[in-house]
C-alpha cells in the first residue's frame, strides 16, 4: 500500500518548451505532497510543498514562476517546468505523507533532459 | 532549522560483512523522526527504518538496526550480513512531527558492497 505513482519516468523535451509532471497517490489521499530535485550523485533538495486545494509553498530559490505546482486534488499533483532550459536538466522526484503510517513515500522519479 | 549531517561520502564493505554508517543532526525539537532511506541505481527512494525520537530502544529491521544517541543527536545505521544488493545511496532524514513537515535529508553515503 501507499503507493505514488509517477509519470513520465523520462523525457526529452526542446529549449522554450514546457513539460508537465504527475504524481498520482493510488491507494492513499495524499494532502501534502513534496518535489524534490535531485542531481547526480548529491542528496535531495527540496523545491516546494503542496497541500491539495491551496498554493504551494516554495523553498527560497525556487522560482515559482518557472516550476509551477498544482495540488488540485487529494491524489493527483503536477510539476510544470515552463520554458525549460537546458539548466533544468535534472531528477525530478515527488513524495507523499501517508498520514496513516506517519511515514513518506516516493514516486520513482522522472528524468528531464532538456535539449 | 534542522540540519542533518553525514560525513562518510562513500564506504565500501565486504559481502557478509557488517558495516556502520554515520549520521548526526540538530534540532531544538523534542519529538521527532529520524529515517534512513536508500536509494539503488534504479534512483527509486526506499525506507530502510525509522526512529521515533521519544522511544528509547533502538529501531530493527532485520538485517537493519540503527544506535539512537539522543543526547548526542546521533543516529548510525548498521548493515549486519552485507548482501550486493545494499549497493546503494543511504540518506539519512529528519522529520519534524505534524502533519505536513518536510524531510531535511543528509548529503548521502554511498555504499559499495564487494565481493
Known amino acids: 500500500g501507499a503507493v505514488v505513482s509517477q509519470h513520465p519516468s523520462w523525457v526529452i523535451c526542446k529549449s522554450g518548451t514546457s513539460v508537465k509532471i504527475e504524481c498520482r497517490s493510488l491507494d492513499f489521499q495524499a494532502t501534502t505532497m513534496f518535489w524534490y530535485r535531485q542531481f547526480p550523485k548529491q542528496s535531495l533538495m527540496l523545491m516546494a510543498t503542496s497541500n491539495e486545494g491551496s498554493k504551494a509553498t516554495y523553498e527560497q530559490g525556487v522560482e515559482k514562476d518557472k516550476f509551477l505546482i498544482n495540488h488540485a486534488s487529494l491524489t493527483l499533483s503536477t510539476l510544470t517546468v515552463t520554458s525549460a532550459h537546458p539548466e533544468d536538466s535534472s531528477f525530478y522526484i515527488c513524495?507523499?505523507?501517508?498520514?496513516?503510517?506517519?511515514?513518506?513515500?516516493f514516486g520513482s522519479g522522472t528524468r528531464l533532459t532538456v535539449v | 532549522a534542522q540540519t542533518v549531517t553525514q560525513s562518510q561520502p562513500e564506504m565500501s564493505v565486504q559481502e557478509a560483512e557488517t558495516v556502520t554508517l554515520s549520521c548526526t543532526y540538530d534540532?531544538?525539537?523534542?519529538?521527532?523522526?529520524l529515517f534512513w532511506y536508500k536509494q539503488p541505481p534504479s534512483r527509486q527512494m526506499i525506507l530502510v527504518i525509522r526512529?521515533?525520537?521519544?522511544?528509547?530502544q533502538n529501531a530493527t529491521e532485520n538485517r537493519f538496526s540503527v544506535n539512537f544517541q539522543k543526547a548526542a543527536k546521533s543516529f548510525s545505521l548498521k548493515i549486519s550480513d552485507s548482501q550486493l544488493g545494499d549497493t546503494a545511496m543511504y540518506f539519512c532524514a529528519f522529520g519534524r512531527t505534524g502533519t505536513a513537515s518536510k524531510l531535511t535529508f543528509g548529503t548521502g553515503t554511498r555504499l559499495q558492497v564487494t565481493l
Open positions: 534540532t531544538s525539537e523534542n519529538n521527532y523522526y
Open positions: 526512529q521515533e525520537a521519544y522511544k528509547q
Open positions: 513524495s507523499a505523507i501517508v498520514q496513516a503510517l506517519y511515514g513518506y513515500t
